[in-house]
């Protein structure tokens, strides 16, 4: 009776195992696809998002309500508003349009009055009751100065852009750990499930002397395995859903179950249009390009720095001595002798060619790093594919026979266990591979922008040419 109970159990057991869907499931939700590019962000990465639920209005405090699950294009949505990177980068857009604005404003002029020969003849002398004195800056080296500006403004636009990629790619990196996280739990859940169940049945067994100790220790071992596997992955879920959270900028979507799919639709990419497309539209690459527009501009405006401005003078007064109406007028520049600002132009020059070859070295870092990015996304692909279409299959179906063999008395039930146990760490080795599958497609879809979190730099060059934004 005890032997029929148990093959009853194992026969159970071998039916979970065989409803068991390839590679586990990642969310009861229904899946629907968001096609890519959802997000204003050019060449955005757009991984599958499932789930038609929205996204409840936050609170004041930016706090979503309620528990509801959340898809990849809401998260992203939420993350242009809260994460403060992006601030961030608006601010140092604004910082360098106002730079711009100032380099080209005119120099104030002078006003006062003025007294000469005070006491001569025992009068007041010869005052000059009102003056005005302007300083004309010439050789068009205020329009050079709003000019050279205006071109950081851009790389701070360009940099925002870049900044708004980055968040969008750390938050889909995040959002696939996640997700993955979700995946993993769910299958040391079904080991542990399997494994109490492996217990149960070697107990039975060892009751009615078709088992022995050594298969039930060995049983309660792999069991509390089992569990202590799956408090590590329920661990990584709650480190993954932190940092995806605060990526976003709102700590409390840690809570929030997520939806979607974590196997790549479409067709696989391919290494030459990726390359190219990398090159063509890399944030990287524009921003190294405007530098060198910016110190072209700046090469030309300390060119002109020589050129001596005008100082024009004019005034009215009185002159007490000889008791008349006075004016006076002056005109006055100054010669450049010595300081030609032949230093200053070598610094602009020696710049130049600094930014000359950053463009250079930044498209060989960019072919760098896509070799490393493309070989991880080729390596991950292959082995997703091998584990969804032969390995998977191939060790279910000897389980299948494992399992048959077993109720027929012609196999034991250490074997059925070994079994069990490959199919549960293929599974594992499928998420894996799926996980790092993503991570490859994100970055190569998100032009290698990583560092969601990291503050966006100054646009803006330290040292003594831009030590003041006027007049260069």
């Known amino acids: ?96 349009r106002g730079r711009a604005l100032q380099a080209g404003l005119p120099l104030n002029p002078n006003v006062g009055l003025q007294g000469e020969q005070i006491g001569a003849a025992r009068t007041a002398g010869e005052w000059t009751w009102f003056y005005v004195q302007q300083e004309i800056v010439s050789g068009g080296k ?73 298969d039930l220790l060995q049983a309660q071992v792999e069991a509390r395995r089992a569990r202590v596997a799956l408090r590590t992955a329920e661990s990584r879920l709650r480190r993954d859903r932190e940092h995806l959270a605060v990526v976003v900028g709102v700590p409390a979507l840690s809570c929030r179950p997520l939806v979607g799919s974590l196997e790549p639709d479409g067709p696989s990419l391919g290494r030459d249009e990726a390359l190219a497309r990398l090159l063509a539209e890399s944030p990287e690459l524009e921003l190294a390009r405007a530098e060198v527009k910016r ?39 100054r010669l450049p002798v010595w300081d030609r600002n032949q230093g200053t132009v070598r610094q602009a020059q020696a710049d130049l060619a600094r930014a000359t070859a950053e463009v250079t070295r930044v498209e060989l870092d960019l072919r760098r790093r896509f070799a490393d990015a493309y070989s991880r996304y080729e390596t991950a692909r292959d082995d997703a594919d091998d584990l969804r279409t032969e390995s998977l299959p191939k060790a279910r179906q000897a389980l299948d026979i494992y399992q048959q063999q077993f109720r027929q008395r012609r196999a034991a039930f250490p074997q059925v266990l070994v079994a069990e146990r490959t199919v549960l760490q293929l599974n594992e080795d499928y998420t894996r591979a799926l996980a790092e599958l993503r991570r490859a497609e994100v970055d190569l879809r998100g032009l290698l922008l990583t560092g969601g979190l990291n503050a966006p730099g100054d646009v803006i060059r330290p040292g003594h040419i831009n030590s003041v934004p006027k007049p260069r």
Do not use: C
């Open 1 to 96: 009776m005890r032997s029929s109970v148990s093959r009853v159990r194992v026969a159970l057991l071998a039916a979970g195992i065989a409803g068991w869907p390839l590679g586990g499931s990642s969310s009861a939700a229904p899946q629907h696809q968001h096609p890519p590019g959802a997000t204003p962000t050019p060449s955005a990465p757009g991984p599958p998002a499932a789930g038609s639920q929205t996204t409840q209005a936050p609170q004041p405090d930016g706090t979503p309500e309620g528990t509801a699950p959340i898809t990849l294009a809401e998260l992203e949505q939420l993350a242009f508003r809260y994460n403060p990177t992006l601030s961030q980068a608006a601010a140092v857009i604004e910082a360098a």
């Open 142 to 214: 205020l329009r050079l100065s709003r000019l050279k500006y205006e071109q950081e403004a851009y790389a701070a636009e360009v940099q925002m852009g870049a900044q708004r990629l980055r968040v969008v790619n750390t938050l889909a990196t995040a959002y696939f750990d996640v997700l993955a996280a979700q995946r993993s739990v769910e299958n040391h859940r079904r080991q542990l499930e399997l494994a109490e169940v492996a217990v149960k049945t070697t107990e039975e067994l060892v009751n009615v002397g078709q088992g022995n100790r050594q």
């Open 295 to 333: 110190d072209q501009v700046q090469l030309q405006r300390e060119r002109r720095e020589p050129v001596p401005n005008v100082i024009a003078r004019g005034g009215v007064g009185y002159n007490y001595e000889t008791r008349n109406a006075t004016a006076e007028v002056g005109v006055a520049i």
